[in-house]
């Protein structure tokens, strides 16, 4: 019978090791930002279960952050017990985004996952999928 490791589970000790920059992680179970879920509790629930290392909050807005909007220092509320710590941040004003990233830096955030060029209005699909006629015009080009 062959002999289980706590690896064999995704707890305990990992000979994994990664660098992101500066940034050493010790696991390869990472978890990434899920809209409505990745809020404070759900990231301290789960570094509790263990093996998780780097966790990313929800998606947060870089003017909100630098208008210290209420709602969105709700997505990045954060302690010392999780960490490390990616924040998701989008805009499209590329100073508005350097400001945000040095803010979120400033309160200790391992790193910034940015987000560039989200749809808008137009680029959503109508439904469900996005199909060749949602791409491009009747006539095969970019509409």
Known sequence: MRERSPVDFGFGYSPFTMRIGSLELNSNLFLSPLAGYTNLPFRLTLRKVGGLDLATTDLVNARSLLEKNPKAFKLIETCPADR????????????????????LESKGVSAVDNQHGLPGAQGVPRRGRLSHDDRTGQDGQPG
């Open 84 to 103: 490390p710590l990616a924040v998701q941040l989008f805009g499209s004003v590329p100073e508005e985004m350097r400001d945000a990233a040095q803010f």
